[in-house]
């Protein structure tokens, strides 16, 4: 009577234990996170920019008798290259940038109490040596830049009925002080392409005009002109950033 009650029960045990198995829940299986990859932009890095520009160029006669001789703009297109190094914390983002470019920016005016003579300007290159710091939303990049410019001027009186000089060109470098605005974009680990803002003002300058001989004789002073210059610059970039990603 054991034996068979003991036989039973083991039957019973081993029907029951597989149904109770398959009624439990079963075990859920939570997958890892994986981790995203965050842009750098940190580094040092090179790059290409090409844009349009605009150079604001008032001029006033302060030799003897002072009086306004016009404004004009001074536009046309740019071409160059920048090289710099970044620094990133986190999503903030802090650098140092030097930008060299080639312009082709001129305009001139006819000086209204003078109408027989043509004030030109011409602006033949640029250079930007600023600070950077931005925030970076992984491969979005927007930062504010601020330091100092220089640019190489060319300026001209010319006759209005025949455009020919009356007196000598006067070259100068000039250097002033820029403040920009930027937004650029990691399209691959080590590439970027955006676009820049920058606000070029230069400090007001006085400049002597020698007579060429053309009116008076050759070496006399001719104008003393006060020359107010700012410039507006909009430039595409692409930059490679070197070192491992």
Do not use: C
Not at 107 to 127: C, K, Y
């Amino acid at each position: 009577m054991k034996k068979i009650l003991l036989t039973t029960t083991a039957l019973i045990a081993l029907g029951v234990a597989p149904a109770v198995g398959a009624d439990l829940a079963a075990r859920p299986y939570t997958k890892a996170p994986v981790a995203v990859a965050m842009y750098n932009w940190g580094g040092f890095y090179a790059g290409v920019n090409g844009g349009w520009g605009s150079s604001r160029n008032s001029w006033d006669e302060t030799f003897g008798v002072v009086f306004p001789m016009g404004s004009h703009d001074a536009t046309g297109g740019t071409v160059g290259g920048q090289i710099g190094y970044r620094w990133q914390a986190a999503s903030w983002v802090f650098g140092v940038e030097a930008q060299g470019n080639w312009a082709d920016f001129k305009g001139s005016n006819v000086i209204p109490l003078a109408a027989a003579f043509t004030n030109e300007t011409r602006v033949d290159a640029f250079g930007l040596f600023t600070g950077q710091v931005g925030y970076a939303a992984n491969n979005v990049l927007f930062y504010l830049k601020g330091g100092a410019a220089v640019t190489s001027d060319r300026y001209r009186m010319l006759a209005t009925a025949t455009g020919a000089q009356v007196v000598n060109s006067v070259d100068d470098t000039r250097w002033g002080g820029v403040v920009g605005v930027g937004l650029e974009y990691g399209f691959a680990p080590n590439w970027s392409a955006g676009i820049e803002y920058n606000h070029l003002f230069m400090q007001d300058k006085t400049y002597n005009f020698v007579s060429n001989g053309a009116i008076i004789p050759a070496g006399a002073s001719f104008a003393q002109n006060r020359i107010r210059q700012d410039i507006d610059l909009v430039t595409a970039r692409i930059n490679y950033k070197f070192g491992a990603y």
